[in-house]
């Protein structure tokens, strides 16, 4: 199993081939015509008008549209529990605080405010110790997705590993290294005998565009005298020599400037790229106990993880003493079965729970009632009616 999550081997039986139907001889295929209606602009123009080259197994690729088209494993591929038995149950135990830890939190708690004392801390009455454990259940489900997208690069003579040196491997063959477990990543892959190459529609093959800000005169309006050629005391303008006009800073004069789109070399090499995405999903539900108590105040703290869990798929969790952690547990897996089973892979799954442990003490001190929270692992305290304190200020 080990090998099989560190790569997917390529298959020679596999691989899929370029519909040759759809091109020219091999003399057109490495210098397509470009129509004459293309436009010559500074800025890259609108997708050539040429089709994409039809490629088996990357049907429907679309030239850098930033998102890519998916490509969803095939059967063989999709993760399944293997037929074995689920694991057996923890034997769940549930901790509680006790009276000592209690009464020594709240002595911290007021210890560390300058303005409370801590008699009531030492000289209270314990009443009662409620538990309110709160549990948060975590699923984790690790997938690998694969998508394409056509990519140009201006050619600079490097080799052109084109569909005349063999038929491309289909996606899901392509090996590739998976990353660490549940750790976000993704991956780039140019597909083999996908590369192609063509004239810029940019520039028309030559290497260089009309400039924009003179339209290749050369020359634009003098900036000086505003294109009069006398500057305000009506002697001639120094700087355009009376002419009205001036160099153009932007091509240098010569009309012309260097194609972005082919970096002036005229042709462009075309090929398929194949973006692999590995993706931690993360589905998390805490149980609420009502108890009273500001949940956000759960960030602050750690607690204990009671149950791990990890496979290629995980079973549900079953007979947890708050049914809710088993409920989410199965509501959990089958979202994101469904979510992911037909777009992507599951390499592997971890579910675990998390104990926060949270007490709500009531205490008596001088003939009245108090409560406080202790929680985390930390042993924190949130004591909001603390009985004696008072506010400080610093003159």
Request: hydrophobic share 30%; aromatic share 10%; glycine share 8%.
């Amino acid at each position: 199993m080990a090998a099989e999550r560190q790569a997917i081997s390529v298959s020679s039986q596999s691989y899929g081939a370029v519909d040759q139907m759809s091109h020219a001889p091999a003399e057109g295929y490495f210098g397509a015509v470009v129509p004459d209606n293309m436009t010559n602009g500074e800025e890259p123009s609108a997708p050539p008008a040429y089709p994409m080259d039809d490629v088996s197994g990357y049907e429907g690729t679309a030239l850098g549209d930033g998102g890519g088209k998916g490509l969803p494993p095939p059967s063989d591929l999709v993760t399944d529990h293997g037929g074995g038995p689920p694991p057996a149950q923890t034997d769940w135990n549930i901790p509680a605080v006790s009276e000592d830890a209690a009464k020594e939190a709240l002595l911290q708690y007021a210890a560390s405010k300058c303005c409370y004392s801590s008699a009531p801390a030492k000289e209270m009455l314990f009443r009662s110790l409620q538990p309110f454990n709160t549990y948060r259940y975590r699923l984790e489900t690790f997938t690998e997705s694969r998508s394409s997208e056509w990519k140009t690069t201006p050619y600079r003579g490097e080799f052109v590993d084109s569909f005349l040196l063999g038929p491309a491997p289909l996606p899901w063959t392509i090996q590739v290294e998976v990353p660490t477990m549940f750790t976000d990543n993704i991956t780039r892959v140019k597909v083999p005998h996908t590369s192609s190459l063509k004239d810029c529609h940019n520039c028309r093959c030559s290497g260089t565009i009309r400039c924009t800000k003179c339209h290749g005169r050369g020359k634009v309006q003098c900036w000086i005298c505003h294109g009069s050629g006398n500057r305000l005391n009506k002697d001639r303008c120094t700087h355009c020599r009376g002419s009205g006009r001036s160099r153009c800073n932007s091509c240098s004069g010569s009309g012309h400037k260097t194609c972005i789109t082919c970096s002036g070399k005229g042709q462009l090499l075309y090929y398929i790229e194949l973006q692999v995405k590995w993706k931690n999903n993360i589905f998390e539900y805490v149980a609420d106990q009502r108890s009273g108590f500001p949940a956000d105040l759960f960030k602050e703290v750690t607690g204990e993880k009671m149950f791990v869990d990890e496979q290629s798929m995980v079973y549900p969790v079953v007979n947890f003493p708050d049914p809710s952690i088993s409920q989410a547990s199965q509501n959990a897996l089958v979202q994101h079965h469904t979510q992911f089973a037909s777009t992507s892979r599951v390499l592997r799954q971890r579910q675990t729970i998390e104990l926060i442990p949270l007490t709500k003490v009531e205490y008596e001190w001088q003939g009245k009632w108090y409560s406080y929270y202790v929680y985390g692992d930390e042993n924190r305290v949130y004591a909001e009616n603390y009985p004696k304190k008072c506010c400080c200020s610093i003159m």
